[in-house]
């Protein structure tokens, strides 16, 4: 019931297209769904966030689309860059003595220029 | 405002072996956590901290101990150090204010059970 699914493991896009990477999740508790990118050697960092009574959001390229029925969220990186080229952790977590976050698994994109 | 730091970078250990890991961050916040990173795993939470003083198992607490004396400074130990133990350990940190779920991460340290 803890589990956060993600896919796909790796992904590999041309400049310019479009990202697409998908998380399942089962517990109906988590009330916080982050996405964290993470560049070789570095800590992850926060990139974009969603709470489950919106159902899209988006900053600049970057758009979490959230479907609480199927509990399911996917981030879309459109017009990908080279510089996007990182791991995407999509979690979840619910403030229940302390923010628990729950990671996925990780997607490791590629952009070719 | 250096975020989350963590000390040591690298380090190589024997079997049998102990070391502390140490995490300090100065935004003065209530929440931390120690993590490990393997590979196709992602994140998996080790221990946690709520306050000053206190601390909680994650998800996979066996072989870890952890202490919180000062706010800002969460130490993650091991006793006795195994191969299994082989990992990217990263600390992070949260305000541990209501409706603010984001987790501020360090640079990690790499830790190498030999």
């Known amino acids: 019931q803890q589990q956060v699914k993600q896919s796909p493991q790796s992904l590999i896009v041309q400049k310019g297209g479009i990202s697409i990477i998908n998380c399942a999740y089962e517990?109906?508790?988590?009330?916080?769904f982050p996405w964290y990118q993470q560049f070789p050697g570095k800590g992850p960092a926060l990139l974009i966030a969603?709470?489950?009574?919106?159902s899209e959001k988006k900053e600049g390229r970057f758009t979490i689309s959230f479907n609480k029925s199927a509990k399911q969220f996917s981030l879309h990186i459109m017009d990908s860059q080279p510089g996007d080229s990182a791991t995407y952790f999509c979690?979840?977590?619910?403030?229940?003595?302390?923010?628990?976050?729950?990671f996925g698994a990780g997607t490791r994109l590629f952009v070719k220029a | 405002n250096a975020g989350v730091t963590q000390t040591p970078k690298f380090r190589v250990l024997k079997t049998g072996q102990s070391m502390t890991l140490l995490c300090a961050q100065d935004?003065?916040?209530?929440?931390m956590y120690w993590y490990r990173q393997d590979p196709g795993m992602g994140l998996r939470l080790i221990h946690y901290?709520?306050?000053?003083?206190?601390?909680a198992k994650g998800e996979v607490p066996d072989g870890y101990n952890v202490s919180r004396l000062k706010k800002q400074n969460f130490l993650l130990g091991l006793e006795s150090a195994a191969p299994s133990q082989t990992s990217v350990y990263f600390c992070?940190?949260?305000?541990?204010?209501?409706?603010?779920?984001?987790?501020?991460f360090g640079p990690g340290t790499r830790l190498t059970v030999l």
């Open positions: 979690a979840a977590s619910v403030n229940t003595g302390g923010f628990k976050t729950i």
């Open positions: 517990n109906t508790a988590f009330d916080y």
């Open positions: 969603i709470r489950p009574d919106v």
């Open positions: 935004m003065n916040h209530e929440y």
């Open positions: 901290s709520v306050g000053e003083g206190t601390t």
């Open positions: 992070a940190s949260n305000p541990g204010l209501a409706g603010v779920g984001t987790q501020y």
